[in-house]
């Protein structure tokens, strides 16, 4: 089972998609929902608690999470040194990497690092400075002997340029990246699509810009061999290969649950606070026999839930967004689908010529990628 583990909510950034958006949030309230709003800020359990917890399950993954997860260093640090898991994550906004030791970064088997495309865009979103000192500490780690999977955690609002900030990634030779992930801000806080010229992004720049990536993805497997890491178009198309359906992608719910500073269960990180899905305690719940949590409608009656799986829990439970709004990202979704599968036929060409293999597409899955966009 996978566990994102939270360590604080605490971050040192203000970056306008996260920190300026729960300002302009403030007094949104959530319904019905019973949200507990006194969650200790950094781990309040015994870890021995965590440890026994794990060691019930033979093959646990944590994925340390935040906030900024190395704000809280020790006890990070003291997780690693206590728990045998198969698989230590961590998703990090980047900037203090260089105060974890190698000993403990190089035992870490995937890095999310938080950039949202090249320097100008960046800096714009989550401050002044901030790419330079993530690109200076990720290449630190490179050189400080770390081989695991680095992926750059794109979050994109309507400045960014889907296409040209992938692309930039992907060819920059700073940027020792392994893989890349994004994932529209969309439907997490309550107040802000009014504000905002959503739909005409999606519509001029996303959607087409997603069509561009995917010519470009398949043209690269056929000049180069080779199958690029874009976890959105890689998990998609590995599950049209193996005509597989799926539940909620990123694992949300039924392989991925989260644990919160005092130590209660949820099935997504998102949810923090959130009585009304509280699952358990680690110190009396079982990580096997964990309640599954299933989106609901409208997700529960679309004609792609079986492909999509129902995109993000978090979204499809406080709706956030009205349904006619929350349409438009369903839209991308469909947009998404639709591409690949259109060049579906030609990936199977490749294969059967043998330019490039099945298991080319293989990646761990539930390891913190939503998958779906």
């Excluded at 403030?26 to 950094?42: K, R, T």
């Amino acid at each position: 089972m996978f566990f994102h583990v939270l360590l604080t909510p605490n971050c040192d950034l203000k970056c306008r998609y996260c920190y300026e958006k729960s300002c302009e949030d403030m007094n949104a309230d959530f319904g019905d929902f019973e949200v507990d709003y006194s969650v200790p800020n950094e781990i309040s359990y015994d870890i021995g608690l965590l440890k026994k917890f794990c060691e019930k399950d033979p093959e646990p993954v944590l994925i340390f999470y935040g906030g900024e997860p190395i704000l809280c260093i020790d006890k990070m640090k003291q997780i690693m040194d206590s728990i045998e898991a198969k698989i230590f994550v961590i998703q990090t906004n980047g900037l203090h990497l260089n105060r974890l030791e190698p000993e403990y970064v190089n035992r870490l088997s995937t890095i999310f690092v938080s950039l949202d495309g090249d320097e100008e865009l960046t800096d714009f979103y989550r401050g002044k400075g901030v790419y330079r000192k993530v690109i200076e500490n990720i290449k630190l780690i490179r050189k400080n002997g770390f081989e695991g999977e680095l992926i750059a955690r794109m979050t994109l609002m309507e400045e960014t340029d889907i296409y040209k900030n992938v692309m930039w990634l992907l060819n920059n030779p700073d940027h020792p990246f392994s893989s890349i992930h994004w994932q529209l801000d969309a439907g997490f806080w309550k107040n802000d699509f009014s504000k905002r010229p959503f739909a005409e992004w999606v519509k001029e720049n996303y959607d087409p810009g997603i069509r561009r990536l995917v010519e470009f993805w398949v043209q690269f497997m056929e000049t180069k061999g080779r199958v690029l890491r874009l976890y959105p178009l890689l998990g998609v198309m590995q599950s049209l290969l193996h005509k597989e359906d799926s539940l909620l992608r990123c694992g949300s719910g039924w392989s991925n649950y989260s644990i919160q500073t005092d130590g209660h269960i949820i099935p997504c990180p998102a949810m923090n606070g959130m009585k009304d899905y509280y699952l358990g305690h680690i110190r009396d719940s079982h990580p096997l026999h964990l309640e599954r949590v299933y989106v609901e409608q409208p997700c529960s009656r679309c004609e792609i839930l079986r492909e999509c799986g129902g995109r993000c829990l978090y979204a499809n439970i406080t709706k956030r967004w009205s349904n006619e709004a929350y349409s438009l990202v369903c839209k991308t979704v469909k947009n998404l689908f639709e591409s690949l599968t259109f060049n579906l036929p030609r990936i199977k060409r490749l294969i059967d010529d043998e330019k490039i293999r099945v298991s080319d597409f293989e990646h761990m899955k539930y390891n913190s990628c939503e998958i779906i966009p």
